[in-house]
Protein backbone atom coordinates (compact mmCIF):
# COMPACT_ATOMS: atom_id res chain seq x y z
CA UNK A 1 0.00 0.00 0.00
CA UNK A 2 1.34 3.70 -0.71
CA UNK A 3 2.63 5.70 1.95
CA UNK A 4 -0.12 8.71 2.74
CA UNK A 5 2.18 11.93 2.93
CA UNK A 6 1.33 13.79 6.04
CA UNK A 7 2.09 17.46 6.53
CA UNK A 8 1.16 18.96 9.59
CA UNK A 9 1.59 22.18 11.90
CA UNK A 10 0.41 25.77 12.98
CA UNK A 11 -1.41 27.90 10.29
CA UNK A 12 1.49 30.38 10.66
CA UNK A 13 4.91 30.12 12.36
CA UNK A 14 3.73 33.06 15.74
CA UNK A 15 6.48 32.79 17.74
CA UNK A 16 9.86 30.58 19.10
CA UNK A 17 7.88 29.33 21.80
CA UNK A 18 4.71 28.37 19.44
CA UNK A 19 6.82 26.10 16.89
CA UNK A 20 9.53 25.02 19.25
CA UNK A 21 6.37 22.95 21.46
CA UNK A 22 4.76 22.33 17.75
CA UNK A 23 8.00 20.52 17.50
CA UNK A 24 8.17 18.57 20.42
CA UNK A 25 4.53 17.29 19.94
CA UNK A 26 5.35 16.71 16.05
CA UNK A 27 8.64 14.33 17.27
CA UNK A 28 6.09 12.11 18.96
CA UNK A 29 4.08 11.52 15.69
CA UNK A 30 5.07 10.07 12.25
CA UNK A 31 4.62 13.23 9.68
CA UNK A 32 6.62 13.77 6.45
CA UNK A 33 6.69 17.92 6.96
CA UNK A 34 6.01 19.99 9.43
CA UNK A 35 4.31 23.20 8.59
CA UNK A 36 6.01 26.79 9.83
CA UNK A 37 5.04 28.72 7.33
CA UNK A 38 6.61 32.21 7.60
CA UNK A 39 5.07 34.25 4.67
CA UNK A 40 0.80 34.43 4.87
CA UNK A 41 -0.88 36.56 2.58
CA UNK A 42 -3.52 37.64 3.87
CA UNK A 43 -6.83 39.15 2.18
CA UNK A 44 -7.11 42.77 4.30
CA UNK A 45 -3.52 43.90 6.04
CA UNK A 46 -2.68 42.16 9.53
CA UNK A 47 -0.63 39.32 10.84
CA UNK A 48 1.48 38.39 7.66
CA UNK A 49 4.40 36.44 9.12
CA UNK A 50 7.62 36.36 10.86
CA UNK A 51 9.11 36.58 7.71
CA UNK A 52 12.74 35.76 7.04
CA UNK A 53 13.72 36.29 10.84
CA UNK A 54 11.68 32.77 11.16
CA UNK A 55 14.24 30.87 8.91
CA UNK A 56 15.86 29.63 12.23
CA UNK A 57 13.08 28.23 13.50
CA UNK A 58 12.71 26.02 10.17
CA UNK A 59 16.32 25.33 11.00
CA UNK A 60 15.63 24.02 14.14
CA UNK A 61 13.24 22.03 12.98
CA UNK A 62 15.75 20.00 10.63
CA UNK A 63 18.30 20.08 13.21
CA UNK A 64 15.58 18.03 15.12
CA UNK A 65 14.93 15.84 13.01
CA UNK A 66 11.51 17.36 11.46
CA UNK A 67 11.55 18.16 7.94
CA UNK A 68 10.06 21.76 7.69
CA UNK A 69 7.56 23.04 5.16
CA UNK A 70 6.82 26.52 4.32
CA UNK A 71 4.87 29.09 1.79
CA UNK A 72 6.89 31.17 -0.44
CA UNK A 73 5.91 34.40 -1.87
CA UNK A 74 9.07 34.90 -3.93
CA UNK A 75 12.01 32.94 -5.40
CA UNK A 76 14.37 34.70 -2.99
CA UNK A 77 12.14 34.03 -0.31
CA UNK A 78 12.68 29.91 -1.04
CA UNK A 79 16.39 30.21 -2.27
CA UNK A 80 16.95 31.59 1.30
CA UNK A 81 15.20 28.80 3.23
CA UNK A 82 16.06 26.18 1.14
CA UNK A 83 19.78 27.07 1.51
CA UNK A 84 19.35 27.75 5.23
CA UNK A 85 17.80 23.56 5.75
CA UNK A 86 19.92 22.35 3.75
CA UNK A 87 22.58 23.08 5.29
CA UNK A 88 21.70 22.17 8.64
CA UNK A 89 21.24 18.62 7.80
CA UNK A 90 22.78 16.07 5.72
CA UNK A 91 19.78 14.26 4.89
CA UNK A 92 16.60 16.15 5.60
CA UNK A 93 14.01 17.33 3.51
CA UNK A 94 12.63 20.42 3.04
CA UNK A 95 8.58 21.34 1.39
CA UNK A 96 7.96 24.84 -0.31
CA UNK A 97 4.62 25.60 -1.44
CA UNK A 98 3.08 28.31 -3.90
CA UNK A 99 -0.38 29.19 -2.45
CA UNK A 100 -3.66 30.03 -3.56
CA UNK A 101 -3.04 33.58 -4.42
CA UNK A 102 0.46 33.48 -6.13
CA UNK A 103 -0.63 33.88 -9.92
CA UNK A 104 2.23 34.77 -11.05
CA UNK A 105 4.01 32.20 -13.32
CA UNK A 106 7.30 34.12 -13.74
CA UNK A 107 7.48 33.65 -9.91
CA UNK A 108 6.19 30.10 -10.55
CA UNK A 109 8.46 28.99 -13.05
CA UNK A 110 11.56 30.95 -10.96
CA UNK A 111 10.33 29.42 -7.78
CA UNK A 112 10.71 25.64 -9.59
CA UNK A 113 13.72 26.25 -10.88
CA UNK A 114 15.05 27.20 -7.50
CA UNK A 115 13.65 24.12 -5.67
CA UNK A 116 14.77 21.88 -8.91
CA UNK A 117 18.61 22.51 -8.23
CA UNK A 118 18.75 19.61 -4.96
CA UNK A 119 16.94 16.27 -4.57
CA UNK A 120 16.11 17.26 -0.97
CA UNK A 121 13.73 19.82 -2.28
CA UNK A 122 9.67 19.37 -2.61
CA UNK A 123 7.59 21.66 -4.41
CA UNK A 124 3.97 21.83 -3.75
CA UNK A 125 1.25 24.06 -6.05
CA UNK A 126 -2.18 24.65 -4.48
CA UNK A 127 -5.28 25.35 -6.83
CA UNK A 128 -6.09 29.06 -7.41
CA UNK A 129 -9.04 30.37 -5.95
CA UNK A 130 -11.44 30.36 -8.99
CA UNK A 131 -12.68 27.12 -10.04
CA UNK A 132 -11.61 26.75 -13.70
CA UNK A 133 -10.04 23.67 -14.79
CA UNK A 134 -7.34 24.41 -17.18
CA UNK A 135 -6.03 27.49 -15.38
CA UNK A 136 -5.27 24.97 -12.78
CA UNK A 137 -3.50 22.82 -15.06
CA UNK A 138 -1.65 25.92 -16.72
CA UNK A 139 -0.36 26.20 -13.61
CA UNK A 140 1.59 22.88 -13.19
CA UNK A 141 2.50 23.38 -16.67
CA UNK A 142 4.40 26.29 -15.81
CA UNK A 143 6.21 24.81 -12.72
CA UNK A 144 7.47 21.64 -14.24
CA UNK A 145 8.58 23.96 -16.87
CA UNK A 146 10.86 25.56 -14.18
CA UNK A 147 12.80 22.20 -14.21
CA UNK A 148 10.91 20.42 -11.12
CA UNK A 149 10.58 16.65 -11.30
CA UNK A 150 7.60 15.19 -10.84
CA UNK A 151 8.88 12.85 -7.62
CA UNK A 152 9.60 16.62 -6.10
CA UNK A 153 5.93 17.61 -7.13
CA UNK A 154 3.08 17.40 -5.05
CA UNK A 155 -0.39 19.28 -6.09
CA UNK A 156 -2.73 20.00 -3.69
CA UNK A 157 -6.57 20.75 -3.23
CA UNK A 158 -7.56 23.54 -0.86
CA UNK A 159 -10.59 23.77 -2.50
CA UNK A 160 -12.42 26.82 -4.12
CA UNK A 161 -14.06 30.08 -3.21
CA UNK A 162 -17.76 29.77 -3.10
CA UNK A 163 -19.87 31.60 -5.85
CA UNK A 164 -23.05 31.76 -4.30
CA UNK A 165 -23.45 27.53 -3.63
CA UNK A 166 -22.55 26.32 -0.71
CA UNK A 167 -24.71 24.14 0.70
CA UNK A 168 -22.17 22.58 3.47
CA UNK A 169 -21.07 26.19 4.84
CA UNK A 170 -17.27 25.17 3.69
CA UNK A 171 -14.41 28.02 3.65
CA UNK A 172 -13.86 26.63 0.13
CA UNK A 173 -16.07 24.10 -2.09
CA UNK A 174 -13.91 21.54 -3.06
CA UNK A 175 -14.10 19.97 -6.72
CA UNK A 176 -13.15 15.92 -5.95
CA UNK A 177 -13.93 15.03 -9.73
CA UNK A 178 -11.63 17.92 -10.94
CA UNK A 179 -9.33 16.90 -8.65
CA UNK A 180 -9.01 13.30 -9.48
CA UNK A 181 -9.25 14.31 -13.23
CA UNK A 182 -6.14 16.74 -12.68
CA UNK A 183 -4.47 13.26 -10.58
CA UNK A 184 -5.02 11.15 -13.39
CA UNK A 185 -3.92 13.83 -15.91
CA UNK A 186 -0.32 14.66 -14.81
CA UNK A 187 0.50 11.70 -12.92
CA UNK A 188 1.25 13.82 -10.06
CA UNK A 189 0.60 13.40 -6.01
CA UNK A 190 -2.75 14.73 -5.23
CA UNK A 191 -3.21 16.05 -1.40
CA UNK A 192 -6.13 17.66 0.31
CA UNK A 193 -6.33 20.42 2.59
CA UNK A 194 -9.21 19.88 4.99
CA UNK A 195 -8.25 22.93 7.04
CA UNK A 196 -8.75 25.43 4.27
CA UNK A 197 -11.83 23.99 2.84
CA UNK A 198 -13.32 23.14 6.04
CA UNK A 199 -13.09 26.43 7.62
CA UNK A 200 -13.88 25.34 11.38
CA UNK A 201 -12.69 22.02 13.59
CA UNK A 202 -16.13 20.86 12.50
CA UNK A 203 -15.97 20.90 9.16
CA UNK A 204 -12.24 19.59 8.83
CA UNK A 205 -13.23 16.64 10.45
CA UNK A 206 -16.32 16.31 8.39
CA UNK A 207 -14.88 17.30 4.71
CA UNK A 208 -11.53 14.64 5.89
CA UNK A 209 -13.90 12.29 6.17
CA UNK A 210 -15.25 13.24 2.89
CA UNK A 211 -12.09 12.94 1.19
CA UNK A 212 -11.28 9.18 2.15
CA UNK A 213 -13.65 8.56 -0.72
CA UNK A 214 -11.21 9.74 -2.94
CA UNK A 215 -7.31 8.49 -3.97
CA UNK A 216 -5.53 11.01 -2.12
CA UNK A 217 -1.96 10.63 -1.59
CA UNK A 218 -1.63 13.04 1.56
CA UNK A 219 -3.25 15.22 3.70
CA UNK A 220 -1.64 18.80 4.39
CA UNK A 221 -3.45 19.50 8.31
CA UNK A 222 -3.53 22.73 10.26
CA UNK A 223 -2.47 21.65 13.69
CA UNK A 224 -1.66 24.31 16.94
CA UNK A 225 -0.39 23.18 20.57
CA UNK A 226 -3.37 25.73 21.58
CA UNK A 227 -5.74 26.94 18.65
CA UNK A 228 -7.75 29.24 21.03
CA UNK A 229 -4.86 31.80 20.84
CA UNK A 230 -3.68 31.10 17.39
CA UNK A 231 -2.95 34.60 15.86
CA UNK A 232 -4.33 33.16 12.17
CA UNK A 233 -7.13 30.83 11.49
CA UNK A 234 -7.90 30.09 14.87
CA UNK A 235 -11.00 28.40 14.01
CA UNK A 236 -10.57 25.53 11.76
CA UNK A 237 -6.43 24.64 13.54
CA UNK A 238 -6.77 21.42 15.32
CA UNK A 239 -5.40 20.09 18.31
CA UNK A 240 -2.58 17.48 17.81
CA UNK A 241 -5.15 15.06 19.80
CA UNK A 242 -7.43 15.83 17.16
CA UNK A 243 -5.27 15.34 14.49
CA UNK A 244 -4.09 11.97 15.74
CA UNK A 245 -8.18 11.30 15.43
CA UNK A 246 -7.98 12.56 11.99
CA UNK A 247 -4.59 10.44 10.67
CA UNK A 248 -5.90 7.26 12.79
CA UNK A 249 -7.46 5.20 10.04
CA UNK A 250 -4.18 6.16 7.27
Not at 85 to 95: F, I, M, R
Not at 130 to 143: A, F, K, L, R
Not at 211 to 231: C, L, Q, T, W
Request: hydrophobic share 35%.
Amino acid sequence: MKKTILIAGPCAAESKKQIRESIKLAKKRTIDFMRISLWKPRTKPGFDGLKEEGIPLLVEAAKEGINPSTEVILPEHAEKVISAVLKATKNGKVLVWIGARNQNHYIQQEISKIASSNNRVYLMVKNQPWQNEEHWEGIIDHVLQGGIKKSNLFICHRGFSPNGHNPNGYRNVPDFEMTMRIKEKTGLSMLFDPSHTGGSVENVLKIAQEARNYSFDGFMVEVHPNPKVAITDAKQQLTWEQFDTLVKPW
